[in-house]
Every structure is written in structure tokens, then in C-alpha cells.
């Protein structure tokens, strides 16, 4: 089936992947950790790429501003809209909670479907003069539940109209009058994104209604079978305005995504293990793309969309899709297969994108970054490669954004070591040329969180931070003062000043006892990793004097009860 699941080579030898310390000659430029990177797609499915107005684009936009959009306005916000309001409120008018598990009755399904019609005048006055619909919608009996991409707010529109299904909605929906009877009068299964439980329940309302499904069909085939025995009856059309038994449409997806890919779809439509009808929808377009993502609020794109004089629309109703044996037993393997088969029609990739994603862009454009600045990443491939959760993520991501004064999306060299309050060094920039893996002379966000996941794996390794820490511990007492990380960082960064050193040795010594502990030494390189690159690469370069310097000082400690040091060897500590 094409599925996306192919995993970077690994080396026959793992100890040597990791063997030699980032930055170090032997190595090269580049750290093993970002190259061995899996390639994905590198589209971001989050992005409109017309919300920015061209000079025409704004002259348009003006013109039917003070035309056509006004009277599209007033007619569906002010007409259509509480008439729709008016009808989904008759249709539950004096039902109870418990009432809506059952059917509903006959002339309340004639109500809905009433509505349902007024939908459709809705989004011909929206422009969507006519929807391309290719294909047809199965029955309840054949597959109870559709599967469909979703893009915008016009997809819940054309099925509301098209089937008037059940649909699943995340709960914050039921605060809003409109919605809150339609959502009713659909018989909607809520959810809540934030809460574990919420989602649990959620699947287990699709399972029931799955299994509804099924034990209807079984008894609907068991009574025409039974009628064919007895006399072929006709068939009663009398009841076709609006079906009894609503299917159920899952947007698998969980969120809005743009038309360039089709990002993860979650487990909760395929665990029941029945047959979907897969909907492939599109939104073809010259001047707006209607789709609902980050940083389009639903106010901007709806005038947007009231502006276009014809919106267009297609659907495609794939035939069901029957899982095998082996996608009943796995909901992930089923849930794949169904997407590929609907990118397919759409002939556009697939991503591991997901709504945590969407949550995580927000995050990075409430640090002004550009959201684009992810697009190389999605967090499925992040936890589960490099090892991330998503509470470091959100660290590193603030860390990033104050590296990037410019909120570019990108640092320079300057930026970089402003940040870590280093003067420029050999060090630094062998540093910064590792991460820099495309050798653009920035560090884009892909780099710098890879660069960061393998040294901070290097950090796990007790033994070789407690190595590091010697470096600076030179008398062996088991803590480092401010004058012995000076002299040590002086020897690599000829420019740092005392002041610079200071701000460095706060930030490790959290106790502010004036001494940094083996503790608080490994905490501080574990937030901030590529202090400890630079340490190896540092010791890498100058074992040879640090084991000079070494032996002296030893031999200094063996003779202080009134020896001297020989002048040979004053002299090279002197040098040195």
C-alpha cells in the first residue's frame, strides 16, 4: 500500500555512531544524529498560502468588500442562518437528554431535513453555485461511518446538507447557540481534545454506533429475507426525506489541514473494525484557499470567501472500504491504508502531522516566530527519533526564539554565540558549522533540534559528564568556583570576559552558594547541551596540555610540605 514507514539505516556498529565527541576533528562538520534524520515530505499542512494580498488581490477584495460580500453577509448571517437556528430548534424541542438516543420521530426528521435544504441555498449564496460530485453515498446498512479530509468550514456544510449525519465534534462547539441545536439535532458525539477520558468515551460512542449498525443491518437482512419468503413486497419509499438511522462522518484528522498534504489520521473511526466510506474533498481556487489553519482567524476567512464570486468545490465518494483480518486488528494499520487511499485521489503526499502539531505552531507564534519555521519537522517523528517530549520541546523552542532576535525562523553565527555569551572561538564556530548541516550559514529550527537531541544524549552519559567535570575540578574536591571555570574557559575563549564567565557560572549554580556542585553541573548541561559539545571538542583538542598542566599541578601538591617545583617544570606550567 505505500505506506510511509520506512526507518533510517542503522550503522552495524552503534557504538561507533556515537563514538567520537560532535565538533572534534576526526569527525567532520556535520553531526551523525542529523543526517541519519529520516526524510519527510517538508510540507507544512498548516499554512495558507493566500492570506498575504497582492496590490490586485487588495483591489478586489475592496470592490466586492462593497458589493457582493454585503449581501452575502446580510443574507446568510441575518436570513438563512436563524432560519436553519429556527428549524434545528423545532426538530428538539421538548426532547430530553435520553430522548436523543433513540431516533428521532418522523416529523422532527422532516423538520431537519427542511434545514437541510436551507443549507443548500446557504452555500449558493456563498457561491457554491455547484458542487463536482463524483461517486455516491453508501447506505447506513453498507458503511456506517464516513471518513473524510478535512480543509474548511464548508466540508461540515456539504454533509450536513449531503447526509445530515452524526458528526464528532469537540465539546468548546456546544457553547455556541447556533451550533449547539444542530449539533443536537445531529445526535453529535463530543469530545474534548485536552482530556484523555474525553477521548476514550468518544471512541466507545463511535464503537456503539458501529455496533448499532451492524445488529440493524443483520435484523434488516434477516427481515427482507423472511419477506421473500412469505411475498415480494415492495419496498417502502415513503421514509426517504431523511434517514432514520443517520451514518456517522469523522474528520480522522482531528483538525483543519491545508489542500498540499494529508496529515495522521487518529485510531477513533477504525477500531470498531467495520466497513468506511472515505470522502475525498477539494477546494480548487486562483485567488483563496479557503482552508481554516494557523494564523487565519475564521472572521478573515469567511469575509475572504464572501469576496470570491464563485467558490468551487468537489467530492469524491470513494467506493466502502472493507478492512482485512489484518486492519481489523490494527486500528493504526487500517487508519493508514484508508488515508493513502484518499491522498491517492487527491494526489497529494501524506505527513505525520497531527493536531498536536497545530498546538505547537500556536505556541511558536505566540514567540512571533513564523509557523513556517516547523515545517520540517512534525512531533511524531521528533518523539519518536530523537527522543523528545513535547514539554522539552516547548523549551527548546524558547530557546530557539531568543537565539533568533529576529524571529526569522533562523540564526546567524553572531546570533548564536550572543546567546551562549561566548566570544568568538574556534569552538564556537565548529560548533555552529556542525549544526549547520546545508552549510547556508544559518541554522534553521530542523537543525538546531537535531543538533541538540544527539548532544543531549551524549549528556545522559553519566561517566562522560563526570569526565567533563574533572576539567574544571582540578583540585578534586568535588565542586567548581567561579575563578576555576574562568581559567579553564579563558584557555579556549582568549576573549571572554570575567563578566561573561559570571553570567555563565549564575545560571549553573542554581543553589547560589558560589560553588557549582557535580549535580548542578549535569543539570545545566543537560538544558543546555552545546556547552557540553564545546567542553569535548575543548578537551579533545588540548589533552595533551590539560595533562601537562595535570602532572604539574601534582607534582606542585607533592612537594608544597616545603619542596619546589623543578624549574623545568615551573617553567612549562608557566608556558602552558
Same mark, same amino acid.
Given at each position: 500500500?505505500?505506506?510511509?514507514?520506512?526507518?533510517?539505516?542503522?550503522?552495524?556498529?552503534?557504538?561507533?555512531?556515537?563514538?567520537?565527541?560532535?565538533?572534534?576533528?576526526?569527525?567532520?562538520?556535520?553531526?551523525?544524529?542529523?543526517?541519519?534524520?529520516?526524510?519527510?515530505?517538508?510540507?507544512?499542512?498548516?499554512?495558507?498560502?493566500?492570506?498575504?494580498?497582492?496590490?490586485?488581490?487588495?483591489?478586489?477584495?475592496?470592490?466586492?468588500?462593497?458589493?457582493?460580500?454585503?449581501?452575502?453577509?446580510?443574507?446568510?448571517?441575518?436570513?438563512?442562518?436563524?432560519?436553519?437556528?429556527?428549524?434545528?430548534?423545532?426538530?428538539?424541542?421538548?426532547?430530553?437528554?435520553?430522548?436523543?438516543?433513540?431516533?428521532?420521530?418522523?416529523?422532527?426528521?422532516?423538520?431537519?431535513?427542511?434545514?437541510?435544504?436551507?443549507?443548500?441555498?446557504?452555500?449558493?449564496?456563498?457561491?457554491?453555485?455547484? $458542487? #463536482?460530485?463524483?461517486?455516491?453515498?453508501?447506505?447506513?446498512?453498507?458503511?456506517?461511518?464516513?471518513?473524510?479530509?478535512? $480543509?474548511?468550514?464548508?466540508?461540515?456544510?456539504?454533509?450536513?446538507?449531503?447526509?445530515?449525519?452524526?458528526?464528532?465534534?469537540?465539546?468548546?462547539?456546544?457553547?455556541?447557540?447556533?451550533?449547539?441545536?444542530?449539533?443536537?439535532?445531529?445526535?453529535?458525539?463530543?469530545?474534548?481534545?485536552?482530556?484523555?477520558?474525553?477521548?476514550?468515551?468518544?471512541?466507545?460512542?463511535?464503537?456503539?454506533?458501529?455496533?448499532?449498525?451492524?445488529?440493524?443491518?443483520?435484523?434488516?437482512?434477516? #427481515?427482507?429475507?423472511?419477506?421473500?419468503?412469505?411475498?415480494?413486497?415492495?419496498?417502502?419509499?415513503?421514509?426517504?426525506?431523511?434517514?432514520?438511522?443517520?451514518?456517522?462522518?469523522?474528520?480522522?484528522?482531528?483538525?483543519?489541514?491545508?489542500?498540499?498534504?494529508?496529515?495522521?489520521?487518529?485510531?477513533?473511526?477504525?477500531?470498531?473494525?467495520?466497513?468506511?466510506?472515505?470522502?475525498?474533498?477539494?477546494?480548487?481556487?486562483?485567488?483563496?484557499?479557503?482552508?481554516?489553519?494557523?494564523?487565519?482567524?475564521?472572521?478573515?476567512?469567511?469575509?475572504?470567501?464572501?469576496? #470570491?464570486?464563485?467558490?468551487?468545490?468537489?467530492?469524491?465518494?470513494?467506493?466502502?472500504?472493507?478492512?482485512?483480518?489484518?486492519?481489523?486488528?490494527?486500528?493504526?494499520?487500517?487508519?493508514?491504508?484508508?488515508?493513502?487511499?484518499?491522498?491517492?485521489?487527491?494526489?497529494?503526499?501524506?505527513?505525520?502531522?497531527?493536531?498536536?502539531?497545530?498546538?505547537?505552531?500556536?505556541?511558536?507564534?505566540?514567540?512571533?516566530?513564523?509557523?513556517?519555521?516547523?515545517?520540517?519537522?512534525?512531533?511524531?517523528?521528533?518523539?519518536?527519533?530523537?527522543?523528545?517530549?513535547?514539554?522539552?520541546?516547548?523549551?527548546?523552542?524558547?530557546?530557539?526564539?531568543?537565539?533568533?532576535?529576529?524571529?526569522?525562523?533562523?540564526?546567524?553565527?553572531?546570533?548564536?554565540?550572543?546567546?551562549?555569551?561566548?566570544?568568538?572561538?574556534?569552538?564556537?564556530?565548529?560548533?555552529?558549522?556542525?549544526?549547520?548541516?546545508?552549510?547556508?550559514?544559518?541554522?534553521?529550527?530542523?537543525?538546531?533540534?537535531?543538533?541538540?537531541?544527539?548532544?543531549?544524549?551524549?549528556?545522559?552519559?553519566?561517566?562522560?559528564?563526570?569526565?567533563?567535570?574533572?576539567?574544571?575540578?582540578?583540585?578534586?574536591?568535588?565542586?567548581?568556583?567561579?575563578?576555576?571555570?574562568?581559567?579553564?574557559?579563558?584557555?579556549?575563549?582568549?576573549?571572554?570576559?570575567?563578566?561573561?564567565?559570571?553570567?555563565?557560572?549564575?545560571?549553573?549554580?542554581?543553589?547560589?552558594?558560589?560553588?557549582?556542585?557535580?549535580?548542578?553541573?549535569?543539570?545545566?548541561?543537560?538544558?543546555?547541551?552545546?556547552?557540553?559539545?564545546?567542553?569535548?571538542?575543548?578537551?579533545?583538542?588540548?589533552?595533551?596540555?590539560?595533562?601537562?598542566?595535570?602532572?604539574?599541578?601534582?607534582?606542585?601538591?607533592?612537594?608544597?610540605?616545603?619542596?619546589?617545583?623543578?624549574?623545568?617544570?615551573?617553567?612549562?606550567?608557566?608556558?602552558?
Amino acid at each position: 500500500e505505500g505506506r510511509n514507514t520506512r526507518s533510517p539505516e542503522t550503522p552495524a556498529n552503534e557504538d561507533e555512531r556515537f563514538s567520537t565527541p560532535p565538533g572534534s576533528p576526526k569527525e567532520g562538520k556535520r553531526s551523525p544524529r542529523v543526517d541519519s534524520m529520516p526524510s519527510i515530505t517538508g510540507v507544512n499542512p498548516f499554512i495558507n498560502s493566500t492570506v498575504k494580498l497582492t496590490t490586485f488581490g487588495w483591489i478586489r477584495t475592496i470592490i466586492a468588500s462593497l458589493t457582493i460580500a454585503w449581501i452575502r453577509a446580510i443574507l446568510i448571517l441575518f436570513i438563512l442562518l436563524p432560519l436553519v437556528w429556527i428549524l434545528t430548534k423545532i426538530a428538539v424541542s421538548g426532547l430530553k437528554p435520553e430522548d436523543f438516543e433513540k431516533p428521532l420521530a418522523k416529523w422532527r426528521r422532516n423538520v431537519i431535513y427542511a434545514g437541510r435544504m436551507v443549507i443548500r441555498v446557504m452555500l449558493f449564496v456563498w457561491g457554491v453555485f455547484w $458542487i #463536482q460530485v463524483t461517486g455516491k453515498p453508501a447506505s447506513y446498512e453498507e458503511a456506517s461511518i464516513i471518513v473524510s479530509n478535512h $480543509i474548511s468550514w464548508f466540508d461540515v456544510l456539504y454533509f450536513a446538507y449531503a447526509e445530515c449525519p452524526r458528526y464528532v465534534s469537540r465539546k468548546e462547539n456546544m457553547n455556541m447557540p447556533l451550533v449547539r441545536d444542530m449539533l443536537l439535532a445531529f445526535k453529535a458525539i463530543l469530545i474534548d481534545r485536552t482530556s484523555h477520558d474525553s477521548k476514550k468515551s468518544a471512541v466507545q460512542a463511535i464503537i456503539d454506533h458501529a455496533q448499532q449498525a451492524q445488529s440493524h443491518a443483520e435484523q434488516k437482512k434477516a #427481515q427482507r429475507k423472511a419477506n421473500g419468503q412469505k411475498s415480494k413486497k415492495p419496498r417502502n419509499n415513503s421514509d426517504r426525506t431523511q434517514p432514520k438511522h443517520p451514518r456517522l462522518i469523522v474528520f480522522p484528522a482531528g483538525t483543519c489541514a491545508n489542500q498540499r498534504a494529508l496529515i495522521s489520521f487518529k485510531q477513533g473511526a477504525f477500531i470498531p473494525g467495520v466497513p468506511v466510506q472515505p470522502v475525498a474533498l477539494s477546494y480548487p481556487f486562483i485567488h483563496f484557499d479557503p482552508c481554516w489553519v494557523n494564523g487565519v482567524s475564521i472572521g478573515f476567512a469567511i469575509w475572504r470567501s464572501f469576496c #470570491q464570486f464563485q467558490n468551487y468545490m468537489t467530492v469524491e465518494w470513494l467506493p466502502v472500504y472493507h478492512p482485512t483480518e489484518a486492519e481489523k486488528l490494527d486500528p493504526v494499520l487500517y487508519a493508514n491504508h484508508v488515508r493513502e487511499r484518499i491522498a491517492r485521489r487527491l494526489n497529494v503526499p501524506v505527513t505525520e502531522h497531527s493536531f498536536d502539531d497545530v498546538r505547537f505552531q500556536f505556541e511558536a507564534m505566540k514567540l512571533s516566530l513564523p509557523p513556517e519555521t516547523l515545517t520540517d519537522l512534525d512531533l511524531v517523528h521528533l518523539k519518536n527519533f530523537v527522543h523528545i517530549n513535547e514539554e522539552n520541546l516547548s523549551g527548546i523552542l524558547k530557546r530557539f526564539s531568543k537565539i533568533d532576535e529576529k524571529h526569522k525562523g533562523k540564526f546567524n553565527y553572531e546570533q548564536f554565540i550572543k546567546a551562549l555569551g561566548l566570544p568568538p572561538s574556534e569552538e564556537t564556530q565548529d560548533l555552529f558549522e556542525i549544526m549547520d548541516t546545508d552549510e547556508d550559514g544559518t541554522v534553521s529550527w530542523r537543525e538546531y533540534v537535531l543538533g541538540l537531541a544527539f548532544w543531549s544524549e551524549q549528556v545522559n552519559d553519566e561517566s562522560k559528564v563526570k569526565m567533563a567535570f574533572q576539567l574544571f575540578d582540578r583540585k578534586n574536591s568535588g565542586r567548581i568556583d567561579e575563578d576555576a571555570l574562568y581559567q579553564v574557559l579563558r584557555g579556549a575563549y582568549a576573549g571572554l570576559t570575567k563578566e561573561a564567565c559570571a553570567s555563565i557560572f549564575e545560571k549553573a549554580d542554581k543553589d547560589g552558594n558560589g560553588w557549582i556542585e557535580f549535580r548542578e553541573f549535569w543539570e545545566f548541561l543537560k538544558a543546555n547541551p552545546e556547552y557540553y559539545s564545546m567542553i569535548l571538542n575543548f578537551q579533545n583538542r588540548y589533552s595533551d596540555r590539560l595533562s601537562t598542566i595535570s602532572s604539574i599541578e601534582s607534582s606542585s601538591n607533592n612537594n608544597s610540605s616545603g619542596g619546589t617545583i623543578p624549574s623545568s617544570a615551573a617553567e612549562n606550567k608557566k608556558q602552558d
